[in-house]
Protein backbone atom coordinates (compact mmCIF):
# COMPACT_ATOMS: atom_id res chain seq x y z
CA UNK A 1 0.00 0.00 0.00
CA UNK A 2 0.85 3.38 -0.45
CA UNK A 3 1.76 5.36 2.84
CA UNK A 4 0.08 8.53 3.33
CA UNK A 5 2.72 10.98 4.30
CA UNK A 6 2.91 14.78 4.89
CA UNK A 7 4.68 15.63 2.39
CA UNK A 8 2.06 13.64 0.02
CA UNK A 9 -0.83 15.45 1.59
CA UNK A 10 0.89 18.40 0.76
CA UNK A 11 1.44 17.23 -2.85
CA UNK A 12 -2.77 18.31 -3.08
CA UNK A 13 -2.82 21.95 -3.81
CA UNK A 14 -5.45 22.41 -1.62
CA UNK A 15 -3.28 21.20 1.47
CA UNK A 16 -0.16 23.05 1.06
CA UNK A 17 -0.31 25.57 2.86
CA UNK A 18 -1.65 23.37 5.83
CA UNK A 19 0.76 23.04 8.95
CA UNK A 20 2.17 19.80 9.84
CA UNK A 21 1.25 19.05 12.89
CA UNK A 22 -2.80 19.65 11.54
CA UNK A 23 -1.74 17.04 8.46
CA UNK A 24 -0.34 14.43 11.17
CA UNK A 25 -3.48 14.42 12.84
CA UNK A 26 -5.60 14.02 9.96
CA UNK A 27 -3.23 11.27 8.92
CA UNK A 28 -3.22 9.71 12.49
CA UNK A 29 -7.19 9.98 12.57
CA UNK A 30 -8.24 7.92 9.48
CA UNK A 31 -8.70 4.67 8.23
CA UNK A 32 -7.08 3.67 5.62
CA UNK A 33 -8.63 0.88 3.42
CA UNK A 34 -7.93 -0.92 0.04
CA UNK A 35 -10.95 -1.77 -2.43
CA UNK A 36 -10.98 -4.47 -4.90
CA UNK A 37 -12.23 -3.35 -8.89
CA UNK A 38 -15.89 -3.39 -8.38
CA UNK A 39 -15.92 -2.29 -4.53
CA UNK A 40 -18.89 0.04 -3.83
CA UNK A 41 -17.16 3.41 -1.60
CA UNK A 42 -20.68 4.22 -0.80
CA UNK A 43 -24.04 3.76 -2.54
CA UNK A 44 -26.67 6.38 -3.30
CA UNK A 45 -28.90 7.68 -0.57
CA UNK A 46 -26.43 6.04 2.04
CA UNK A 47 -25.37 8.47 4.54
CA UNK A 48 -21.47 10.05 3.68
CA UNK A 49 -19.23 8.06 6.56
CA UNK A 50 -16.67 10.65 5.87
CA UNK A 51 -13.70 12.81 4.11
CA UNK A 52 -12.45 10.53 1.49
CA UNK A 53 -8.83 10.64 0.14
CA UNK A 54 -8.17 8.74 -3.19
CA UNK A 55 -4.30 7.94 -2.05
CA UNK A 56 -3.84 5.11 -5.29
CA UNK A 57 -6.67 4.12 -8.24
CA UNK A 58 -9.35 5.40 -9.58
CA UNK A 59 -13.47 5.90 -8.26
CA UNK A 60 -16.24 6.51 -10.71
CA UNK A 61 -19.55 8.15 -9.51
CA UNK A 62 -22.82 6.49 -11.04
CA UNK A 63 -26.01 8.21 -11.36
CA UNK A 64 -29.46 6.40 -12.65
CA UNK A 65 -31.08 8.16 -15.40
CA UNK A 66 -34.20 6.85 -17.46
CA UNK A 67 -33.24 3.84 -15.67
CA UNK A 68 -29.84 3.34 -17.12
CA UNK A 69 -26.64 3.99 -14.84
CA UNK A 70 -24.59 6.78 -16.39
CA UNK A 71 -21.57 7.90 -15.17
CA UNK A 72 -21.21 11.67 -13.60
CA UNK A 73 -17.43 11.96 -12.37
CA UNK A 74 -14.18 10.05 -12.58
CA UNK A 75 -11.92 10.94 -9.75
CA UNK A 76 -8.48 9.74 -9.52
CA UNK A 77 -5.15 9.87 -7.15
CA UNK A 78 -5.00 13.29 -5.26
CA UNK A 79 -8.68 13.66 -5.45
CA UNK A 80 -11.23 14.32 -2.27
CA UNK A 81 -14.76 13.17 -2.45
CA UNK A 82 -17.30 12.10 0.40
CA UNK A 83 -18.27 14.60 3.55
CA UNK A 84 -16.64 17.91 4.34
CA UNK A 85 -17.14 20.74 6.97
CA UNK A 86 -20.34 22.51 6.66
CA UNK A 87 -21.05 20.42 3.77
CA UNK A 88 -25.27 20.39 3.26
CA UNK A 89 -25.39 16.98 1.58
CA UNK A 90 -25.46 14.25 4.19
CA UNK A 91 -26.64 11.32 2.04
CA UNK A 92 -24.45 10.51 -1.25
CA UNK A 93 -25.51 11.30 -4.74
CA UNK A 94 -25.11 8.16 -6.45
CA UNK A 95 -22.99 4.80 -6.37
CA UNK A 96 -18.87 5.33 -6.14
CA UNK A 97 -17.13 2.42 -7.63
CA UNK A 98 -13.77 1.66 -7.43
CA UNK A 99 -12.64 0.81 -11.22
CA UNK A 100 -9.68 -0.87 -10.19
CA UNK A 101 -7.80 -1.53 -7.36
CA UNK A 102 -7.57 1.42 -5.15
CA UNK A 103 -6.95 3.13 -1.67
CA UNK A 104 -8.26 5.23 0.10
CA UNK A 105 -8.13 7.06 3.33
CA UNK A 106 -11.24 8.42 5.10
CA UNK A 107 -11.59 10.86 8.09
CA UNK A 108 -14.62 9.12 9.99
CA UNK A 109 -17.48 11.93 9.87
CA UNK A 110 -17.74 11.99 14.06
CA UNK A 111 -14.15 13.82 13.49
CA UNK A 112 -15.83 16.87 12.14
CA UNK A 113 -16.42 18.75 15.27
CA UNK A 114 -13.15 18.22 16.47
CA UNK A 115 -11.52 19.27 12.91
CA UNK A 116 -13.90 22.41 13.02
CA UNK A 117 -12.88 23.52 16.87
CA UNK A 118 -8.92 22.92 16.65
CA UNK A 119 -7.47 22.71 12.92
CA UNK A 120 -8.70 25.92 10.96
CA UNK A 121 -6.25 26.16 8.21
CA UNK A 122 -7.06 22.64 7.45
CA UNK A 123 -10.63 23.23 8.05
CA UNK A 124 -10.34 25.75 5.68
CA UNK A 125 -8.78 24.44 2.94
CA UNK A 126 -11.22 21.30 3.17
CA UNK A 127 -13.92 23.98 2.66
CA UNK A 128 -11.79 25.71 -0.17
CA UNK A 129 -12.19 22.06 -1.50
CA UNK A 130 -15.69 21.76 -1.34
CA UNK A 131 -16.23 24.96 -3.47
CA UNK A 132 -14.16 23.33 -6.05
CA UNK A 133 -16.42 20.56 -5.96
CA UNK A 134 -19.53 22.54 -6.16
CA UNK A 135 -18.54 24.26 -8.95
CA UNK A 136 -17.32 21.68 -10.95
CA UNK A 137 -20.15 19.33 -9.83
CA UNK A 138 -22.48 22.42 -10.83
CA UNK A 139 -20.99 22.69 -14.44
CA UNK A 140 -21.17 18.85 -14.84
CA UNK A 141 -24.88 18.87 -13.81
CA UNK A 142 -25.91 21.79 -15.93
CA UNK A 143 -24.21 20.06 -19.02
CA UNK A 144 -26.10 16.64 -18.33
CA UNK A 145 -29.57 18.69 -17.65
CA UNK A 146 -28.78 19.97 -21.33
CA UNK A 147 -27.91 17.02 -23.15
CA UNK A 148 -31.30 15.74 -20.91
CA UNK A 149 -33.54 18.23 -22.20
CA UNK A 150 -32.18 17.93 -25.74
CA UNK A 151 -33.03 14.19 -25.31
CA UNK A 152 -36.34 15.03 -24.22
CA UNK A 153 -37.56 16.49 -27.70
CA UNK A 154 -35.33 13.84 -29.56
CA UNK A 155 -37.85 11.59 -29.65
CA UNK A 156 -41.00 13.69 -30.47
CA UNK A 157 -38.63 15.46 -33.15
CA UNK A 158 -37.84 12.45 -34.87
CA UNK A 159 -41.57 12.07 -34.92
CA UNK A 160 -42.21 15.46 -35.91
CA UNK A 161 -39.76 15.50 -38.73
CA UNK A 162 -40.71 12.03 -40.06
CA UNK A 163 -44.36 12.94 -40.90
CA UNK A 164 -43.16 15.71 -43.17
CA UNK A 165 -40.82 13.76 -44.92
CA UNK A 166 -42.56 10.91 -45.28
CA UNK A 167 -44.91 12.92 -47.35
CA UNK A 168 -42.49 14.83 -49.77
CA UNK A 169 -41.58 11.40 -50.43
CA UNK A 170 -44.73 9.35 -50.58
CA UNK A 171 -46.55 12.94 -53.04
CA UNK A 172 -43.44 13.19 -55.17
CA UNK A 173 -43.58 9.37 -55.81
CA UNK A 174 -47.38 10.03 -56.51
CA UNK A 175 -46.66 13.25 -59.05
CA UNK A 176 -44.47 11.84 -60.74
CA UNK A 177 -46.06 8.87 -61.74
CA UNK A 178 -48.84 11.25 -62.29
CA UNK A 179 -47.29 13.04 -64.58
CA UNK A 180 -46.11 10.04 -67.07
CA UNK A 181 -50.20 9.95 -67.56
CA UNK A 182 -50.21 13.06 -68.93
CA UNK A 183 -49.00 12.70 -72.70
CA UNK A 184 -51.69 10.03 -72.68
CA UNK A 185 -54.73 12.38 -71.32
CA UNK A 186 -53.45 15.16 -73.41
CA UNK A 187 -53.99 13.31 -76.66
CA UNK A 188 -57.45 12.63 -75.88
CA UNK A 189 -58.19 16.64 -75.26
CA UNK A 190 -56.57 17.40 -78.37
CA UNK A 191 -58.94 14.32 -79.83
CA UNK A 192 -62.21 15.98 -78.95
CA UNK A 193 -61.35 19.29 -81.05
CA UNK A 194 -62.63 21.94 -78.13
CA UNK A 195 -62.08 25.31 -79.73
CA UNK A 196 -59.67 27.73 -78.16
CA UNK A 197 -63.60 30.14 -76.76
CA UNK A 198 -64.54 26.82 -74.91
CA UNK A 199 -61.11 26.19 -73.65
CA UNK A 200 -61.04 29.72 -72.22
CA UNK A 201 -64.46 29.27 -70.53
CA UNK A 202 -63.89 26.38 -69.15
CA UNK A 203 -60.47 27.49 -67.37
CA UNK A 204 -62.17 30.65 -66.59
CA UNK A 205 -65.22 28.97 -64.97
CA UNK A 206 -62.55 26.68 -62.85
CA UNK A 207 -60.58 30.30 -61.78
CA UNK A 208 -63.92 31.31 -60.43
CA UNK A 209 -65.00 27.93 -58.37
CA UNK A 210 -61.66 27.83 -57.16
CA UNK A 211 -61.17 31.36 -56.12
CA UNK A 212 -64.68 31.20 -53.92
CA UNK A 213 -63.73 28.38 -52.44
CA UNK A 214 -64.56 28.61 -48.45
CA UNK A 215 -61.52 27.28 -45.98
CA UNK A 216 -64.87 25.92 -43.99
CA UNK A 217 -64.14 22.01 -42.99
CA UNK A 218 -66.81 19.62 -44.38
CA UNK A 219 -68.31 17.05 -41.52
CA UNK A 220 -68.11 13.67 -42.33
CA UNK A 221 -71.72 13.42 -43.19
CA UNK A 222 -71.42 16.60 -45.70
CA UNK A 223 -68.45 15.32 -47.46
CA UNK A 224 -70.45 11.81 -48.25
CA UNK A 225 -73.40 13.70 -49.12
CA UNK A 226 -71.37 15.68 -51.74
CA UNK A 227 -69.52 12.89 -52.68
CA UNK A 228 -73.04 11.55 -53.85
CA UNK A 229 -74.15 14.17 -55.71
CA UNK A 230 -71.10 14.22 -57.45
CA UNK A 231 -71.14 10.58 -58.17
CA UNK A 232 -74.88 10.77 -59.32
CA UNK A 233 -73.79 13.92 -61.77
CA UNK A 234 -70.95 12.03 -63.46
CA UNK A 235 -73.26 8.76 -63.76
CA UNK A 236 -75.83 10.50 -65.09
CA UNK A 237 -73.10 12.35 -67.93
CA UNK A 238 -71.37 8.88 -68.79
CA UNK A 239 -68.04 9.99 -67.38
CA UNK A 240 -66.12 7.12 -66.28
CA UNK A 241 -63.91 6.95 -63.11
CA UNK A 242 -66.42 9.01 -60.91
CA UNK A 243 -65.63 8.00 -57.51
CA UNK A 244 -61.82 9.27 -57.59
CA UNK A 245 -63.19 12.23 -59.56
CA UNK A 246 -66.04 12.77 -57.05
CA UNK A 247 -63.63 12.41 -53.87
CA UNK A 248 -61.30 14.52 -55.45
CA UNK A 249 -63.89 17.39 -56.74
CA UNK A 250 -65.47 17.70 -53.19
CA UNK A 251 -62.03 18.08 -51.88
CA UNK A 252 -61.51 21.27 -54.17
CA UNK A 253 -64.59 22.76 -53.35
CA UNK A 254 -67.03 21.65 -56.25
CA UNK A 255 -70.37 21.04 -55.89
CA UNK A 256 -73.10 19.83 -58.83
CA UNK A 257 -73.75 23.01 -59.35
CA UNK A 258 -70.13 23.89 -60.81
CA UNK A 259 -69.79 20.71 -62.72
CA UNK A 260 -73.36 22.12 -64.40
CA UNK A 261 -71.66 25.61 -64.86
CA UNK A 262 -68.62 23.37 -66.67
CA UNK A 263 -70.34 21.27 -68.55
CA UNK A 264 -72.32 24.59 -70.35
CA UNK A 265 -69.29 25.07 -71.95
CA UNK A 266 -68.41 21.79 -73.88
CA UNK A 267 -70.02 19.18 -75.82
CA UNK A 268 -71.49 15.90 -74.70
CA UNK A 269 -68.31 14.22 -76.23
CA UNK A 270 -65.79 16.54 -75.14
CA UNK A 271 -67.16 16.07 -71.35
CA UNK A 272 -65.52 13.23 -70.15
CA UNK A 273 -62.05 14.13 -71.10
CA UNK A 274 -62.51 17.50 -69.85
CA UNK A 275 -63.42 16.90 -66.85
CA UNK A 276 -60.81 14.14 -66.57
CA UNK A 277 -58.23 17.02 -67.69
CA UNK A 278 -60.24 18.96 -65.20
CA UNK A 279 -59.37 16.35 -61.95
CA UNK A 280 -55.76 15.72 -63.14
CA UNK A 281 -55.15 19.66 -62.88
CA UNK A 282 -56.81 19.08 -59.53
CA UNK A 283 -54.52 16.25 -58.36
CA UNK A 284 -51.44 17.99 -59.76
CA UNK A 285 -52.28 21.12 -57.30
CA UNK A 286 -52.61 19.20 -54.80
CA UNK A 287 -50.05 16.86 -54.42
CA UNK A 288 -47.58 20.56 -54.76
CA UNK A 289 -49.72 22.06 -52.38
CA UNK A 290 -49.03 18.91 -49.99
CA UNK A 291 -45.18 18.65 -50.44
CA UNK A 292 -44.83 22.43 -50.07
CA UNK A 293 -47.41 22.53 -47.05
CA UNK A 294 -44.74 19.56 -45.41
CA UNK A 295 -41.80 21.87 -46.74
CA UNK A 296 -42.90 24.61 -44.72
CA UNK A 297 -43.41 22.18 -41.39
CA UNK A 298 -39.94 21.06 -41.84
CA UNK A 299 -38.68 24.66 -42.05
CA UNK A 300 -40.61 25.90 -39.08
CA UNK A 301 -39.11 23.04 -37.26
CA UNK A 302 -35.55 23.60 -38.14
CA UNK A 303 -35.99 27.25 -37.22
CA UNK A 304 -37.18 26.26 -34.20
CA UNK A 305 -34.46 23.83 -33.41
CA UNK A 306 -31.89 26.54 -34.29
CA UNK A 307 -34.17 29.57 -32.10
CA UNK A 308 -34.08 27.06 -29.32
CA UNK A 309 -30.74 25.63 -29.34
CA UNK A 310 -29.08 29.51 -29.90
CA UNK A 311 -26.78 27.54 -32.58
CA UNK A 312 -26.10 30.77 -34.41
CA UNK A 313 -25.85 33.11 -31.45
CA UNK A 314 -23.35 34.09 -28.70
CA UNK A 315 -23.86 33.25 -25.25
CA UNK A 316 -24.16 36.84 -23.91
CA UNK A 317 -26.93 38.19 -22.47
CA UNK A 318 -29.58 39.94 -25.64
CA UNK A 319 -32.67 41.52 -25.45
CA UNK A 320 -35.27 38.79 -26.72
CA UNK A 321 -39.24 38.05 -26.28
CA UNK A 322 -40.33 35.87 -23.87
CA UNK A 323 -43.13 34.23 -26.36
CA UNK A 324 -40.44 33.31 -29.04
CA UNK A 325 -39.05 31.26 -26.48
CA UNK A 326 -42.22 29.32 -24.83
CA UNK A 327 -43.09 29.12 -28.54
CA UNK A 328 -40.76 27.40 -29.86
CA UNK A 329 -40.57 25.13 -27.00
CA UNK A 330 -44.42 23.90 -27.56
CA UNK A 331 -43.28 23.41 -31.19
CA UNK A 332 -40.33 21.23 -30.42
CA UNK A 333 -42.78 19.56 -27.17
CA UNK A 334 -45.17 19.39 -30.18
CA UNK A 335 -45.63 15.43 -30.65
CA UNK A 336 -45.68 15.03 -26.37
CA UNK A 337 -48.40 17.42 -26.56
CA UNK A 338 -50.96 15.59 -28.81
CA UNK A 339 -49.75 12.32 -28.14
CA UNK A 340 -51.25 12.90 -24.39
CA UNK A 341 -54.46 14.99 -25.62
CA UNK A 342 -53.84 18.15 -24.16
CA UNK A 343 -55.18 21.48 -24.91
CA UNK A 344 -52.02 24.75 -25.28
CA UNK A 345 -54.28 27.46 -24.29
CA UNK A 346 -51.57 30.80 -24.82
CA UNK A 347 -51.87 34.52 -23.72
CA UNK A 348 -49.17 36.39 -24.16
CA UNK A 349 -49.10 40.49 -23.02
CA UNK A 350 -48.86 42.36 -25.77
CA UNK A 351 -47.58 45.21 -23.66
CA UNK A 352 -44.52 42.70 -22.00
CA UNK A 353 -41.21 44.47 -23.39
CA UNK A 354 -37.80 42.75 -24.65
CA UNK A 355 -36.30 40.76 -21.93
CA UNK A 356 -32.55 40.68 -21.29
CA UNK A 357 -31.98 37.34 -21.00
CA UNK A 358 -30.13 34.23 -22.03
CA UNK A 359 -31.90 32.72 -24.64
CA UNK A 360 -30.70 29.30 -24.24
CA UNK A 361 -30.69 28.96 -20.36
CA UNK A 362 -34.51 29.82 -20.18
CA UNK A 363 -35.70 27.88 -22.99
CA UNK A 364 -34.02 24.88 -20.96
CA UNK A 365 -36.43 26.59 -17.90
CA UNK A 366 -39.46 26.41 -20.22
CA UNK A 367 -38.45 22.84 -21.75
CA UNK A 368 -38.12 22.08 -18.08
CA UNK A 369 -41.61 23.49 -16.70
CA UNK A 370 -43.57 22.49 -19.58
CA UNK A 371 -42.21 19.03 -19.95
CA UNK A 372 -43.19 18.51 -16.55
CA UNK A 373 -46.59 19.67 -16.88
CA UNK A 374 -47.27 17.22 -20.05
CA UNK A 375 -46.42 14.16 -17.17
CA UNK A 376 -48.21 15.65 -14.49
CA UNK A 377 -51.41 15.21 -16.86
CA UNK A 378 -50.68 11.97 -18.95
CA UNK A 379 -51.96 9.38 -16.18
CA UNK A 380 -55.77 11.49 -16.98
CA UNK A 381 -54.66 10.89 -20.77
CA UNK A 382 -55.65 14.59 -21.34
CA UNK A 383 -55.02 18.21 -19.83
CA UNK A 384 -55.11 21.74 -20.46
CA UNK A 385 -51.77 23.74 -20.39
CA UNK A 386 -51.97 27.20 -19.56
CA UNK A 387 -49.19 29.66 -19.99
CA UNK A 388 -49.50 33.33 -19.66
CA UNK A 389 -46.96 36.15 -19.57
CA UNK A 390 -47.34 39.94 -17.97
CA UNK A 391 -45.35 42.66 -17.31
CA UNK A 392 -45.33 43.40 -13.35
CA UNK A 393 -43.51 46.86 -12.88
CA UNK A 394 -39.95 46.13 -13.82
CA UNK A 395 -40.33 42.70 -13.88
CA UNK A 396 -42.02 39.62 -16.62
CA UNK A 397 -43.83 37.34 -15.06
CA UNK A 398 -44.70 33.87 -16.64
CA UNK A 399 -47.23 31.52 -15.25
CA UNK A 400 -46.52 28.00 -16.68
CA UNK A 401 -50.20 26.16 -14.85
CA UNK A 402 -51.54 22.88 -15.66
CA UNK A 403 -54.47 20.83 -14.27
CA UNK A 404 -52.85 17.30 -13.72
CA UNK A 405 -53.38 15.98 -9.98
CA UNK A 406 -50.87 18.60 -8.37
CA UNK A 407 -47.73 18.39 -5.80
CA UNK A 408 -48.57 17.07 -2.42
CA UNK A 409 -48.25 19.70 0.41
CA UNK A 410 -45.29 17.28 2.31
CA UNK A 411 -43.42 17.23 -0.79
CA UNK A 412 -43.59 20.80 -2.16
CA UNK A 413 -40.99 22.61 -0.18
CA UNK A 414 -38.23 19.71 -1.81
CA UNK A 415 -39.51 19.75 -5.06
CA UNK A 416 -36.21 22.36 -6.02
CA UNK A 417 -33.72 20.21 -4.21
CA UNK A 418 -30.85 18.33 -5.93
CA UNK A 419 -32.06 14.60 -6.84
CA UNK A 420 -35.66 15.29 -5.51
CA UNK A 421 -38.00 13.83 -7.86
CA UNK A 422 -41.48 12.73 -8.06
CA UNK A 423 -41.17 10.77 -10.87
CA UNK A 424 -41.15 6.83 -11.42
CA UNK A 425 -37.61 5.49 -10.86
CA UNK A 426 -36.07 5.54 -13.95
CA UNK A 427 -37.83 8.48 -15.30
CA UNK A 428 -36.09 11.62 -13.73
CA UNK A 429 -32.98 12.58 -12.28
CA UNK A 430 -34.33 15.46 -9.54
CA UNK A 431 -31.87 17.69 -10.68
CA UNK A 432 -34.89 19.40 -13.25
CA UNK A 433 -36.54 22.17 -11.03
CA UNK A 434 -33.00 22.64 -9.16
CA UNK A 435 -31.61 24.00 -12.77
CA UNK A 436 -34.61 26.42 -13.28
CA UNK A 437 -34.41 27.56 -10.02
CA UNK A 438 -30.61 27.90 -10.82
CA UNK A 439 -30.82 29.60 -13.93
CA UNK A 440 -33.52 32.26 -12.93
CA UNK A 441 -31.88 33.25 -9.50
CA UNK A 442 -28.47 32.67 -9.96
CA UNK A 443 -28.26 33.94 -13.87
CA UNK A 444 -30.86 36.36 -14.03
CA UNK A 445 -31.70 37.33 -10.76
CA UNK A 446 -35.31 36.37 -10.73
CA UNK A 447 -37.32 33.94 -8.78
CA UNK A 448 -39.46 31.10 -9.51
CA UNK A 449 -42.34 29.86 -6.94
CA UNK A 450 -45.13 26.91 -7.01
CA UNK A 451 -48.57 26.92 -6.19
CA UNK A 452 -50.37 23.42 -6.07
CA UNK A 453 -53.89 21.96 -4.99
CA UNK A 454 -55.16 19.02 -6.40
CA UNK A 455 -56.56 19.66 -10.38
CA UNK A 456 -54.07 22.60 -10.44
CA UNK A 457 -50.32 23.73 -10.28
CA UNK A 458 -48.80 26.66 -11.54
CA UNK A 459 -45.25 27.86 -11.63
CA UNK A 460 -44.83 31.57 -11.13
CA UNK A 461 -41.29 32.41 -12.91
CA UNK A 462 -40.39 36.31 -12.61
CA UNK A 463 -37.17 38.07 -14.23
CA UNK A 464 -36.33 41.33 -14.23
CA UNK A 465 -37.10 43.09 -17.57
CA UNK A 466 -33.09 44.41 -17.15
CA UNK A 467 -31.29 41.75 -15.35
CA UNK A 468 -27.55 42.04 -15.13
Given at each position: ?10 S ?5 P ?6 Q????N???Q??N ?7 R??P?D ?7 G???IY???N?V??E ?5 E??V ?6 SRA????G????VE????M??P ?5 E ?6 ELT ?5 LM ?5 D??A?I???E????L?K??A?LA??L??P????VRN ?5 QHL ?5 L ?6 VN??A?K ?14 K?DDR???R?R??L????L?WF ?10 M ?7 G?N???L??I?RH ?5 A???F???ND????E ?5 I ?5 R??D ?11 D ?7 A??D ?9 LG ?9 VV?E?DPE??L ?7 L??V ?6 N???AMSA ?5 L???TRK?REF???I??D ?13 F??F?T??E???G?G?G ?28 V ?7
Open positions: MQQVTIPWLKIEALNVPDEQLWLIDSDHELEGDYIFKDMLGTIFIVARIRLMRGRSLVSMHRQTGFLPYKVAIDGIATTQIMLREKCPLIRDFYQALVSSDRVRSTIQQNKMMAGLSGHENNASSIAALLKKAQPQFAKLLALDDVAAVKAEMTRILDSKLTLESREGELDEEHEIDDSDEAENFVEQFSADDAYVTPEAAPVRWINLLSKMVADHHASEIALITSIKTFTHMRGQDRQYTVTGIRNTLNMHKIRANNITQYLPVKMLVGENQWTNLIDAIDNSKGTSIHDAEIIADGPGIAGDIRSRIDPFTKMGKTMLEVVQRIIKQQHQGSVKVNSEPGKTEFICIPIESC
